[in-house]
């Protein structure tokens, strides 16, 4: 790989490392998904806030669905510092909405239906599937900033350290 590209690279990806982690700030892609609680969401309807997006594989995935129950136990936490925990998966609605009753999750998901806004993350291909985005989570500040990303390949992390790894940057 030459000078330059790996030059854009880095740029690109935050300058994170391959267990990612604080990156650059940089502005968030904008976003308009269909959720599982009915409707589209936008990251315009986030503004003021902070947000963890959760990227995920999404159906097939138990692993991911119990990643969220761990992160939904955390709902006094998340609400005290004023965090929007938003998942997102590629699977249809109905789909991802049989896997939400089976598990008792009630954090509506986000459907990213083409892969664009994984893609706009730079998620897809971080887990066991190319066209899939790995176990991963971005956050984003009140101001709309990109401050923290990484991926988890055990595809876990304990609420406690991703919101410890993000309390640097809540605002």
Not at 76 to 82: H, M, T
Not at 91 to 99: A, D, I, K
Not at 131 to 153: M, S
Request: charged residues 20%.
């Amino acid at each position: 790989m030459g000078a330059i590209a790996l030059v854009a690279a880095f740029f690109f990806l935050g300058g994170r490392g391959p267990s990612g982690g604080e990156v650059e700030p940089t502005e968030a892609p904008a976003f308009s998904m269909p959720s599982t609680a009915g409707g589209d969401v936008s990251s315009s309807d986030y503004a003021g806030r902070n947000v963890l997006l959760y990227f995920n594989e999404g159906v097939g995935c138990d692993a991911c669905f119990y990643q969220t129950i761990e992160l939904e136990k955390a709902g006094a936490e998340l609400a005290e510092k004023d965090i929007a925990l938003v998942p997102v998966v590629m699977n249809p609605v109905e789909s991802v909405r049989g896997e939400l009753g089976r598990f008792g999750i009630t954090t509506p998901y986000l459907i990213d239906v083409d892969g664009s806004v994984s893609e706009a993350y730079g998620v897809l291909g971080k887990g066991m599937h190319a066209d899939l985005p790995g176990h991963g989570f971005v956050f984003i500040d009140a101001t709309g900033q990109i401050r923290w990303q990484k991926e988890y390949p055990s595809m876990y992390a304990s609420a406690s350290e991703v919101l410890g790894a993000i309390d640097g940057f809540v605002q």
